[in-house]
């Protein structure tokens, strides 16, 4: 396409509401987070990497209720402890750890979720 069609094309989708950064980075958030089970660093992780700006990544991590983040995390914790069929404790710690910080989940509620469980 000439230059000039490109322009005229992305500010008719702007004035539409069809390209907006803060619409994809909450709806991005809402979903990466109940569908997918991601931990806040992992979300902020991602949108950086898709150049995201910190405002509206900080608009998209309101979308996540506090509430129900802890509930999923104590909910994932404990399904994944359960599958771990691991017999040395340390071992089990180790996995368990390195599962919900993949995940994105803050080191400080990993750990004190591990010394609860285990």
Known sequence: MIPQAIELIIVH??????LNEE???RSFARGKFSIKKWGKRRIVA??????????????AL??????AYLSTFDELAKKR?????EK???KRKR??????????WE?????AKIRELL
Do not use: C, H, M, P
């Open 62 to 67: 309101t979308e996540i209720d506090e509430t």
């Open 88 to 90: 040395n404790v340390f």
């Open 46 to 59: 991602e949108l950086k990497q898709r150049q995201v700006s910190q405002f509206n990544i900080k608009a």
């Open 95 to 104: 996995k368990l750890a390195d599962y919900l910080i993949y995940r994105g």
């Open 13 to 18: 989708l702007i004035k539409e509401n069809y």
């Open 23 to 25: 619409r994809f980075a």
């Open 81 to 85: 402890l359960s599958q771990i069929k």
């Open 107 to 111: 080191n400080e509620l990993v750990y």
